[in-house]
């Protein structure tokens, strides 16, 4: 069964509420095996295992938090193997014009660089949810919608 690999930080719970969020969208997709796991909890095999890996962190100057970075620099010793892995990225702010996408686009390049595909939005919020402060009820359909669209890729490519 394809797993989907929601990993997040939060320190005042925003973005944990729309990781749950987002978990939830991609819970509503049959055939996928889904996990919700704080970033300091994540292990690099856990990155390696996961079929499909969506991350979320809070934007600090316009920047993923200092813990998903250093998941993130840890992964190098990985370099290659999250080739062809779906990834997806949200984040929440403290304002609008925070750095939002800045964080958004931070998360999604270091994907890249490892292989991964990415999902993105042709609607608004493009690179990924964004919510300011607490999500709002829209801003966590946004999540849900990015875990279900994050899901169906993984099972389109797997089959």
């Known amino acids: 069964m394809p797993k989907i690999l929601v990993v997040y930080d939060s320190e005042t719970g925003n973005t944990e509420k729309m990781a749950h969020a987002v978990a939830e969208g991609a819970q509503k997709v049959k055939g996928v095996d889904v996990t919700v796991k704080k970033v300091d909890r994540v292990k690099l095999e856990d990155l390696m295992e996961a079929d499909g890996i969506i991350m979320g962190s809070p934007t600090y100057y316009g920047q993923m938090s200092a813990k998903m970075k250093g998941l993130i620099d840890e992964s190098e010793k990985i370099h290659g193997k999250l080739k062809g892995k779906v990834g997806a ?60 669209r994050t899901a169906q890729l993984v099972l389109k490519l797997k089959a």
Not at 98 to 125: F, V, W, Y
């Open 89 to 148: 990225a949200f984040t929440s702010a403290g304002g609008t014009a925070s750095g939002a996408e800045t964080t958004l686009l931070s998360i999604l390049q270091a994907m890249l660089i490892h292989g991964m595909i990415i999902q993105g939005r042709s609607e608004s919020k493009h690179y990924g949810p964004a919510a300011v402060e607490a999500p709002n009820q829209e801003e966590l359909e946004t999540c849900k919608e990015t875990g279900k």
